[in-house]
């Protein structure tokens, strides 16, 4: 009992921040129609400005926290401004393998700053550990769990209750509508990537200090962040965060349990199952498009 205690609480540590990369996914998907797969590389570029901001430069982290969250958000914007919006054609196919390109090209220029070492940080507070039926769960898992939720639920809050959260619901249902009514469609996209890429951030930023940070961290967390978005239902904020949770326990109750080699299979094996079987995701694709 006490193993699967302890398995549980590293799958909530890890499918929260699969949830926070998937709100990413969701997010951007809601508003444009286009998923991300540069998504990882602004994971890792959170992670690394954090690294240099606190760890190197040693500003206070709630400052290191909005620069870094700043200067990822607007990476993001110079990405929609300079790759995706001056497409001529911008069809679904090309605006994948532009993401994939941009992906390449963001990993390359964190190799050129930060170079080829991982990096690591401590944990955002020192206080010790929590047990739990004879279980332990970090501190750094409880910031974690609590700064996921808490975004989810704000951004949640930011869809239904704020004009501009509004504008981009409807510019997601219908561009040419949002821009008849008045709407800045072009604008209520660049914000979407805006957003997106902020959150890629946090994710980035939430998991430093668990994990080495280096130049090459983002393509697996964007796979299954990816993975995490589909199992919920892609465009569902609360999808996004029931999939990584759910993503996040039964890979570590399969590496307890079964086998350490089922860590990175069992998100491609659960999104195979989920396209097969229900596509729309466990939230459905009906209620995915409501956010």
Not at 136 to 158: E, R
Not at 185 to 193: D, E, I, K, Q
Not at 216 to 237: Q, R, V, Y
């Amino acid at each position: 009992m006490q193993e699967v205690l302890q398995y549980l609480f590293s799958g909530l540590t890890n499918g929260a921040i699969y949830a926070v990369i998937a709100v990413g996914f969701s997010m951007l998907y809601s508003a444009t129609d286009l998923i991300n797969f540069a998504h990882g590389e602004f994971v890792m570029l959170g992670s690394l400005f954090l690294v240099t901001l606190w760890g190197a430069w040693q500003i206070p982290l709630p400052i290191a926290f909005l620069l870094t969250v700043a200067c990822v958000a607007l990476t993001g914007l110079l990405f929609e401004r300079f790759a995706i919006r001056t497409v001529r054609k911008p069809q679904p196919i090309v605006l994948v393998i532009i993401t994939v390109g941009a992906s390449i090209f963001l990993r390359g220029v964190a190799m050129i700053l930060w170079g080829k070492d991982a990096y690591s940080l401590p944990p955002f507070s020192n206080q010790p550990p929590l047990e739990l039926a004879g279980a332990t769960l970090l501190i750094q898992s409880v910031w974690i769990i609590v700064i996921s939720l808490l975004l989810v639920f704000g951004l949640h809050l930011f869809y239904r209750r704020t004009l501009t959260g509004k504008a981009m619901q409807a510019t997601a249902i219908s561009k040419r509508a949002a821009w008849i009514t008045g709407i800045p469609a072009g604008l209520m996209v660049l914000l979407a990537f805006v957003m997106s890429t902020g959150v890629g951030a946090v994710a980035g930023m939430i998991i430093a200090p668990v994990t080495m940070c280096s130049y090459d961290m983002g393509t697996l967390l964007g796979l299954k962040g990816f993975c995490a978005a589909m199992l919920g239902g892609i465009g569902s904020l609360w999808g996004a965060l029931l999939g990584g949770i759910l993503l996040g326990v039964l890979e570590a109750l399969g590496v307890g349990l079964i086998s350490s080699a089922l860590k990175d299979g069992v998100a491609f094996i659960l999104l195979l199952l989920i396209l097969y079987f229900r596509p729309g995701g466990l939230i459905g694709a009906a209620e995915s498009a409501r956010f």
